[in-house]
């Protein structure tokens, strides 16, 4: 069944806006108390009470268990609005609803579409990071993921003047994203340990650590040993940005000798001085070597290329996807796979920011790599997709999300930022990205 029939025959059947991640799928943030379903709602708070006599509370809180009953009702909640956009499109789009909820048996969404809103439901698939210390600051990153973010904003004070950015993302410290210092108790870290040891390593088929950088946490490693000492058939995901110390992705590659199932997740979508340029903290040689490195000696099931998709990347998509193409080439279909993921927050550096003639001048670029690469046996039905998806996107889509600021806001703020943003990381906007630098200038 290909994924329209799957969002019809399946999905559609148990109610147009049933998506089986509201269930059982959940990121976790420990260091914050938070969680959402997946990546596109907003996070919410997790009740600090309730997890000390039942840490399942950590992914089943009021929020979820009222979009799990709208859902049933065939209502969309509103946290969910990516998926809406994308299906609202027409020309029978499918979202990520489709993705997230085709990993699970079908006979598990049918229970889930019957399960009482208020009951609490064991976990498939889990994210989870334990606090935000990182190494890097990226572009449209913030100081809740980030402890360099943080250093930022401590240092230089606020960006200032952002209109389009509401929730003020880049004028506080976020203290509220990590409640408790390095070596302080967290409640939330040992309800997940509890949870952990009593029954979740049994109902889970997959577990992924995201962080700040996993491998800067103590907590990864305590898992990673849990995984050493037993065995599971549990697929074990790190999300890791493979910028950390040497010494560290030695230890990562060693842990991986363990396990069955390991599967890293990396993020980059540019190329060289444009990556290292949005990806504040990536030197590209040293990742690029990283990459090969856990590629040569890893223990490694899968390995995924997570690209956020934003203004400044499309300069370079289609060299970085010719990258990932020739290292799959190298190493396998697989090694990496890619995914595409539209970025929406922040709005002023979504792809949307810029002007009709570069968008189309980019929707050009990808079609002709995608014409060119689409009979290669290395690429996906799946990347093939969220490529043609991305192009549609460029083309169709002209105005902002629901919710963000006029065009012509984000430009100014697409401007501001990075003006600000180059003197605080002694950065040089024009001479990174000459193609854009006229438009630049005349914001
Ligand atoms: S945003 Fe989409 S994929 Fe995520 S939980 Fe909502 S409907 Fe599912």
Not at 245 to 265: P, T, V
Not at 423 to 443: C, I, M, S, V
């Amino acid at each position: 069944m290909n994924d329209l029939e799957y969002k019809k025959k399946v999905l559609d059947a148990i109610s147009p806006s049933f998506c089986a991640a509201k269930w059982y799928n959940a990121t976790i943030w420990l260091g914050s108390g938070q969680t959402t379903s997946c990546h596109h709602p907003p996070a919410h708070a997790i009740d600090a009470t309730a997890i000390k006599t039942n840490p399942k509370a950590l992914h089943n809180t009021i929020q979820k268990k009222l979009d799990r009953s709208q859902m049933q009702r065939g209502l969309r909640p509103a946290g969910c609005e990516y998926c809406w956009k994308i299906e609202d499109m027409g020309r029978d789009a499918v979202s990520d609803r489709v993705y997230k909820s085709k990993i699970y048996p079908i006979e598990a969404l049918h229970e889930a579409a019957e399960i009482p809103p208020d009951d609490d439901v064991d976990l498939k698939t889990l994210e989870i990071s334990f606090d935000r210390t990182c190494n890097f600051a990226c572009s449209y990153c913030n100081p809740a993921f980030s402890s360099t973010w943080v250093n930022d904003i401590k240092r230089n004070g606020p960006y200032t003047d952002l209109k389009s950015d509401g929730r003020n993302h880049f004028t506080h410290a976020h203290n509220s994203s990590q409640l408790y210092s390095f070596g302080e108790h967290n409640p939330y870290v040992d309800a997940f340990f509890t949870w952990w040891e009593s029954d979740l390593h049994k109902t889970l088929d997959e577990l992924r650590i995201t962080g700040g950088e996993p491998l800067m946490s103590g907590e990864t490693f305590r898992l990673l040993e849990w995984f050493k000492n037993n065995d599971t058939d549990m697929r074990f995901a790190l999300n890791s940005n493979l910028g950390a110390k040497d010494e560290l992705i030695d230890r990562m590659i060693d842990a991986s000798q363990h396990m069955k199932h390991f599967h890293l997740y990396t993020s980059n979508e540019a190329m060289g001085p444009h990556a290292e340029y949005i990806r504040d903290g990536l030197v590209w040689d040293d990742w690029a070597n990283n990459v090969e490195r856990v590629l040569t000696n890893g223990r490694i099931e899968g390995f995924h290329m997570m690209c956020t998709i934003n203004a400044l990347c499309l300069d370079s998509l289609d060299q970085f996807l010719e990258c990932v193409m020739n290292w799959k080439r190298e190493y396998g279909k697989d090694y990496p796979t890619f995914t595409l993921n539209i970025l929406r927050f922040p709005s002023f550096q979504s792809p949307l920011v810029l002007s009709d003639e570069l968008r189309t001048q980019y929707k050009f670029r990808l079609q002709a790599w995608l014409d060119a690469n689409t009979n290669d046996e290395c690429l996906h039905d799946m990347e093939r997709d969220q490529l043609q998806r991305l192009i549609d996107y460029l083309d169709i889509v002209k105005t902002p999300h629901m919710g963000a600021a006029e065009q012509s806001v984000l430009q100014q703020d697409f401007k501001k930022f990075y003006t600000q943003y180059d003197q605080r990381r002694g950065k040089n906007f024009t001479k990174t990205f000459p193609a854009l630098a006229e438009w630049y200038n005349g914001l």
